[in-house]
C-alpha cells in the first residue's frame, strides 16, 4: 500500500484514501493542504484497487502503521471509511472523521449481476464500473485528470472483500463524525444512516468527494473541527 507523507505540524494525522483516490489528484491535494495549514502532519494511505484479503491488504498496513504511532487523528473516504471503521479504538486514537464511508452497496450494485460476480475467485478487475456522469457523481471540481486516473473496471475479488468488510464491521463509535450526501450514487447512504446516530452525521450537496464539491470550502471549517475533537468539536 502506497503511503506518502505532507507537512511537518506537531500533531499527526492519518488519511485513509477511497479507491482510485490518489495523492496527486487536486481534489485529495486541495484536502491536504487544509490539513497541513491546521497544523497536522498528514500520512496519507493509497489504498490498491485490487485484493483478495481485505485484512490482510486493506487493513493490515494502516492499523500496523497507526499501532507505532503516540498519538493520532484519522480522517477517511469512501473505501478509506470501510478500512478506518476496523482501525481499533485505543487510546492513541484522538478521534475519527469520516468522509462518505462504503459501509454499504449502491442500490444500482445491488443486483443478481454482482452477488453472482462476487462469488467468482477472480482478481483480475472485468466488471466494469463508471457508466453514469462521474463528474455529478464525484463533484462538480474534480478534474478529468482524476477521472481519467481511476480504475474503469473491478475484480470480482475487491467486491466480495468489501462486502466482507462491511459485514464485520464494529459497532459505530458515537465519539465519530460522519460527512456525507444523502444522494450519494457511489456508496450506500441507507447503510451510513441506518448505522450513524443523527447528532453524529452531518449532510451536504455537492457529490461523493466532499474535496471535489463546490461546497467545499463552506464544510471544510465542519470538518477540520471535526478532526480536531471529534462530536465534540460540532456540538
Not at 32 to 52: K, N, S
Not at 61 to 76: G, N, Q
Request: aromatic share 8%; glycine share 10%.
Amino acid at each position: 500500500m502506497r503511503r506518502e507523507e505532507f507537512g511537518t505540524g506537531d500533531n499527526r494525522l492519518v488519511l485513509v484514501l477511497g479507491w482510485g483516490n490518489r495523492p496527486e489528484h487536486a481534489g485529495v491535494q486541495w484536502l491536504v493542504e487544509q490539513l497541513t495549514d491546521a497544523g497536522y502532519r498528514v500520512t496519507a494511505f493509497e489504498i490498491p484497487t485490487t485484493i483478495t484479503d481485505f485484512g490482510a491488504e486493506w487493513l493490515a498496513p494502516v492499523a500496523e502503521y497507526v499501532a507505532d504511532l503516540d498519538e493520532y487523528r484519522l480522517l477517511s473516504h469512501s473505501t478509506g471509511g470501510l478500512i478506518a471503521r476496523h482501525v481499533e479504538a485505543d487510546d492513541q486514537l484522538r478521534t475519527r472523521t469520516y468522509l462518505s464511508p462504503w459501509w454499504g452497496f449502491a442500490g444500482s450494485m445491488q443486483n443478481l449481476v454482482v452477488s453472482l460476480a462476487m462469488k467468482l475467485p477472480i482478481s483480475t478487475p472485468i466488471l466494469p464500473i463508471g457508466d453514469g456522469d462521474e463528474t455529478e457523481e464525484l463533484g462538480a471540481l474534480v478534474t478529468e485528470e482524476a477521472v481519467a486516473d481511476g480504475p474503469d473496471r473491478a475484480a470480482p475479488t475487491f467486491l466480495r472483500e468489501a462486502r466482507r468488510g462491511q459485514s464485520s464491521m464494529p459497532p459505530f463509535d458515537e465519539r465519530d463524525m460522519v460527512f456525507y450526501t444523502p444522494s450519494d450514487a457511489v456508496v450506500g447512504t441507507h447503510a451510513i444512516e441506518a448505522q450513524t446516530p443523527p447528532g453524529n452525521r452531518i449532510t451536504y450537496d455537492g457529490g461523493h468527494e466532499l474535496f471535489c464539491s463546490r461546497c467545499r470550502e463552506d464544510r471544510i471549517g465542519e470538518v477540520l473541527a471535526a478532526v480536531d475533537r471529534g462530536l465534540a468539536g460540532i456540538q
